[in-house]
């Protein structure tokens, strides 16, 4: 440091002297143990001693630091004693901004564009060789022993805070990605373990259990970004920045823009702007969900060619997995548009410090909520329960179906139909089956039959919240009138396109009842019992969406 501020110096006093027009002493350009060797007078230009100075041979050291604080960086000059370096409860924005983590990140990158993409070097380990902290750091890799997952890692290994708060911030998004890949793997696993259970609970009569071929495999693409958004909502909700009130952060890359520029910096409560957590974490998202995609071809086709479910779950959590393994690389590879993205993730404080971080259980259950609302749906369909939405026309009172009796007793099973019911703006939808073959019960003897109502799906009762992945019947009708109305109230829309900006949005804010989720027919009790009939009593098949039109 003092030889750079050395060099610095001179190159800006010899500047002075010439244009002052004396001549400058001459000076040898050496490592030195401080400046003032740097300046010594027993190596001056021979003409100094006949020759009349403007300038003093050797400038005091008032001069030299004048004259390099003109050119040196402000983040440079920094140490780790200074209060935004170790006040963790300073606001993050404010220690990003008295940091000047933005220049050092622009110095770092602009290192790396000259000097450290030599084709073997990578871009975290430029950066942590760049602040002189490690050589070894390997954020790309998505592993505990790559050098970038220790949070042990202290302000004082650095040169400079601003390079700590740095790679402090890429430590802990990696370790968000690594709790990631963690839960993936924990709730497969989990999920898997429990197939059996879940098939005698939701699909009883069906023997030899669910087959590949029924699930749908957008739920490669789909499902991963079901499950990546509520985590990383959850990741930045946890962090400081959102828990306090700032100015928004905007406005320390519209500086020099003047007025109009710094009138952009508007105050806002960042804790109530969800729109600001989207914007950090659809971005993400989005990268995955196209990585996802390049490779879902292949994984799709050994989809196709399993038939046991339970490795069908093991070959979608490993594409999961290797989706954020894909994705974590380019983050880091160093390119313009993954640095720009890096920037984005890590700028302002995001990491510098959290008031919490998401457990491994609340990760783990974001992954099987996912697997569950694919799962149980399915079940229900490849035992012929018939499962569908039933549009009553009735009210809802005080959140409770206003259903009169005689509606009760004409389609329902009174005595089995009781709780899977949701008010959808207003009105009263029930989620029943019409289970094929079972429409009336006929006495042998007498030939009288008598017609059934709708009933209770097996398992449904279960779904209160509790198991499945935190599943609720709730959920499901909520989910499915959002796919039916948004399809102008026609059965028969298509699952939800995850690469679709719009459809990013919309799984953000509602996750699994975004429209596309769910998919059972909706339709009003009527057209329902009519299609049932025809096809129990073999006078038609099913229609397309049985047993709704």
């Keep these: 440091m003092q030889l750079t501020r050395g060099v610095l110096s001179y190159l800006l006093y010899s500047s002075l002297a010439v244009l002052a027009d004396a001549t400058p002493p001459k000076r040898s350009i050496a490592p030195a143990s401080s400046a003032a060797s740097i300046y010594s007078t027993s190596s001056v230009h021979p003409s100094s001693t006949s020759a009349t100075q403007s300038f003093p041979t050797n400038p005091p050291s008032l001069i030299i630091d004048w004259l390099y604080d003109l050119v040196a960086p402000e983040w440079n000059e920094m140490n780790c004693s200074i209060p935004a370096a170790t006040d963790s409860d300073m606001d993050p924005l404010e220690r990003w901004e008295q940091l000047k983590v933005k220049d050092a990140w622009d110095a770092a990158v602009d290192h790396w564009n000259t000097e450290g993409n030599d084709g073997t070097t990578q871009f975290s380990q430029s950066l942590g060789s760049f602040f002189e902290y490690t050589e070894t750091l390997f954020c790309e890799n998505l592993a505990d022993n790559d050098g970038c997952s220790s949070l042990q890692v202290k302000c004082d290994e650095f040169n400079h805070p601003a390079g700590y708060m740095i790679v402090l911030s890429l430590i802990w998004l990696e370790r968000q990605y690594l ?212 549009d009553t026309g009735a009210d809802c009172v005080d959140g409770e179906p206003d259903i009169p009796n005689d509606y009760n007793y004409r389609w329902l099973r009174t005595d089995d139909v009781k709780d899977p019911w949701y008010c959808y703006e207003d009105k009263a939808y029930y989620l029943v089956g019409a289970q094929a073959k079972d429409y009336a019960e006929c006495d042998n003897g007498s030939g009288i039959c008598v017609n059934n109502g709708f009933y209770n799906l097996p398992g449904a009762d279960k779904l209160d919240g509790s198991s499945y992945g935190g599943i609720t019947v709730d959920n499901i009708i909520n989910g499915t009138l959002n796919g039916y109305f948004g399809n102008g109230e026609k059965n028969g829309w298509s699952t939800a396109d995850s690469s679709d900006e719009a459809t990013l949005d919309d799984i953000f804010d509602s996750g699994i009842t975004t429209a596309g989720v769910f998919t059972l027919p909706v339709c009003g009790a009527t057209e329902a019992w009519t299609n049932w009939h025809y096809y129990s009593s073999g006078a038609r098949g099913q229609t397309d969406n049985y047993p709704c039109n």
């Design 179 to 390: 709790g990631m890949n963690s839960a993936i793997t924990a709730a497969s696993n989990t999920v898997s373990e429990r197939l059996s259970d879940m098939l005698g609970t939701f699909a009883p009569l069906k023997k030899e259990g669910l087959t590949v071929d029924s699930i749908m495999l957008d739920l490669i693409s789909m499902g991963f970004s079901l499950t990546m958004s509520p985590m990383w909502n959850k990741v930045f909700k946890e962090s400081k920045i959102i828990s306090s009130k700032v100015k928004l952060a905007e406005k320390i890359d519209i500086k020099g823009k003047g007025k109009e520029g710094a009138s952009k910096a508007k105050e806002q409560d960042l804790a109530n702007e969800l729109g600001t957590v989207k914007d950090w974490v659809n971005p993400l998202v989005t990268q995955s969900i196209t990585i996802l995609k390049d490779a879902s071809t292949a994984a799709g086709t050994q989809l196709a060619n399993e038939e046991a479910l339970d490795n069908t779950i093991g070959i979608m959590s490993d594409e999961w997995q290797s989706g954020l393994d894909s994705s974590v690389k380019a983050l880091f590879n160093g390119s313009s548009d993954s640095i720009d993205l890096l920037y984005d993730t890590i700028k302002f404080g995001k990491f510098f410090s959290f008031n919490g971080v998401p457990s491994d259980y609340d990760l783990q259950t974001y992954v099987e909520i996912v697997l569950y609302a694919y799962l149980v749906p399915q079940a229900w369909s490849l035992t012929e329960e018939g499962p569908f939405i039933l």
